[in-house]
Structure formats: structure tokens, C-alpha cells
């Protein structure tokens, strides 16, 4: 799989920081040009300049994914650029404070579904047209959660808004599957990223005791396997649900 993306052209939203950095750094391995993108400018262009001095050819285009005409913007630039992209990967996204469903505002929940759902569906609406023209299939890969896997109690908005883009994923692939373009999601369990700083030290060291493989994931265990998703060797796998969780079960 080392260099399975020579010269592919990758978008990774998110891409300054956690699993968003580590991922661009993975495809940069693999031997794409990486367009790094992120609202966070100064993080954003950081990891941009990592990747260069790392001899990926990359570069940093701001974005928010909160808003449909940056994404579109994102999308035309990368392609217009390339002649197409050939792996999206749907990584934004944002946690929440921790709070039972009647309690959420009806802002903190229009907030989420725009910015863990809604970013997921302009993504695709976007990025889709361009992909599957460089003469290699299309991948995209969608940052899910196993909260939105099952019942997540004080994470209402947060596991409604991943299962949004589990369910999103399911029936993209499908439309696409004659298109050259497959479509998958994975679903990290608790990753050491500042995502979940949300927590104190006492609750992460608990939530830490539930994970079977008694540790958080790090980010380059996610980016691992976006990496085998955005590669040809899962050309067969398409519409399908990752986890990577250390063994938990929710
Ligand atoms: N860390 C975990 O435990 C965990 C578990 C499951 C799923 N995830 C998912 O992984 C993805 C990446 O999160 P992470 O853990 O690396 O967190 P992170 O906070 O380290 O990284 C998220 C990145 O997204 C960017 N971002 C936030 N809002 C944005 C916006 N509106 N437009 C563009 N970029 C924006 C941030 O600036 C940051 O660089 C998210 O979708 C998250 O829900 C994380």
C-alpha cells in the first residue's frame, strides 16, 4: 500500500489538526498531493508546510464546512487545479458538551447537524462530480463515530448527526457504485485528539477503563485505515461501516 496514491489528488477537511493532520500525513506517505483543509488558518497551513518539508506535494486552502459555498469553492478549486480529486475525505467535524436531549437547545442542535451532517452532504454533493475522471476510481471517506453506532447518552445531537452520515454513506454508495466512485465510513471510539477534552482527567481516565484495549486510539490508527479505504486495495469495499475502537461495543 506505500505508494498506492502515487500522484492521486486527496482533500482532507479538517486537516489541520488530529485525525484530520494524521490523515494527510498517511495519504502524503502514500504518494498523493494533499490539499489540507481546515478553518483554522494558522494550524491549517502548518500542517501544509509539515507535509512539504516531508516532500508531499501540499497545500493549505481555508474552508468552513458550516458554510455551503466554501465547500463548493473547495471542491471547484481542488479540481479545477487537478483535472478532479480522487479521495475526499469528510473529516471536520465538531464534539459537543455533554447533555441529555431535553435539554439541548434547539441552537446547539441546529449547530450540530450543520456542522457533523450537513458539512458531510455538501461534501459529497460537491466533490462528487469531479471524482472518478483521472483514470483512477474515486473514494470518499466520511469521519463517523461509533456514537452515532447506537444509544450514547448525554451525546443526543453528536451520535444523531454520525448516524446521519452512517446512513448518508449507505445510500451515496450506492448512487455511485456504477460511477466509479466507492464511498465508506469509518467510526472511531474515543481517539486522543483535543475532541474530547471536553472530558476532565477523572472521566478520561474512566471512559479509558471501558476500552477493552485499555487506551484511546491515537489519530495515526484512525489515518491507518483511511488510508487502506482511500487506497485501491479496498477497491471492492464500497457502502461499508468501519470501526476503530480498541474493542468496545456500544
Ligand atoms: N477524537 C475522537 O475521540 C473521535 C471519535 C469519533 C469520531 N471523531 C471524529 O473525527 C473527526 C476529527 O476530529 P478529531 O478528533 O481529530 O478532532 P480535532 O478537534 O483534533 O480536529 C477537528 C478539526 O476540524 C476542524 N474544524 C472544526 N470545525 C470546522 C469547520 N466548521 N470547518 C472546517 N474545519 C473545521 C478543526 O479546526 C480541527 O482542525 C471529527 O469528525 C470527529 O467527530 C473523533
Known sequence: MSHSLENAIAVVTGGAAGIGRETCLKLGRMGARVI???IDTHSGEETAALLRT???EAHFVAADVGLEEDVKKLAGAAAEHNGGIDVWVSNAGIGGTPKKLHKITT??????MLLDLTSVFWSHKYAVPHMGKRGRDGSIINVASIAGL?????LGPYAVAKAGVVSLTQTAALEMAKKNVRINAICPGWVETKIIDFAGESVQAEMR???PIGRFGTPAEVASLIGYLASPESSFITGSIFRAD?????
Open 209 to 211: 477503563k471501558q476500552i
Open 150 to 154: 447506537g444509544g450514547s447518552p448525554g
Open 107 to 112: 441552537e446547539e442542535w441546529n449547530h450540530m
Open 246 to 250: 480498541g474493542g468496545i461495543k456500544t
Open 36 to 38: 489540507v483543509s481546515d
Open 54 to 56: 516531508t516532500g508531499v
